[in-house]
């Protein structure tokens, strides 16, 4: 298991964007396959992005293609959310989330071994 910590929420009006970030810890960084999700209040949690170990593969929720970018930086242990053209509906809680092994097409959040605590994104109308 890794452990995960999420930074770069906050507050931002519609049209905005963000960029989150999650470091990991350990030394097999590369070996996961990296998620983010998200929960907004009342809402289960949702995938948003998810990317391969290597970075070759990608999966995008419908809702935030063409406007969100998942990347990462294996020399830095990072994944990172760009978020862009934020809606009022974006808002919710964002997670970063890992598993070790090949990619897959389950994005389920069982799928998903170790959770970040979450960083609240809010959009504003």
């Known amino acids: 298991q890794v452990q995960l910590v999420e930074s770069g929420g906050g507050l931002v009006q519609a049209g905005g964007s963000l960029r989150l970030s999650c470091a990991a810890s350990?030394?097999?960084?590369?070996?996961?396959?990296m998620a983010w999700f998200r929960q907004a209040p009342g809402k289960e949690r949702e995938i948003v992005a998810a990317l391969s170990g290597g970075g070759g593969f990608t999966h995008y929720a419908d809702s935030v293609k063409g406007r969100f970018t998942i990347s990462r930086d294996n020399a830095k242990n990072t994944v990172y959310l760009q978020m862009g053209s934020l809606k009022p509906e974006d808002t919710a809680v964002y997670y970063c989330?890992?598993?070790?092994?090949?990619?897959?097409?389950?994005?389920?959040?069982?799928?998903?071994?170790?959770w970040g605590q979450g960083t609240q994104v809010t959009v504003s109308s």
């Open positions: 350990g030394r097999t960084f590369s070996l996961y396959r």
């Open positions: 989330a890992a598993n070790r092994g090949p990619w897959g097409a389950s994005m389920q959040v069982a799928d998903f071994g170790s």
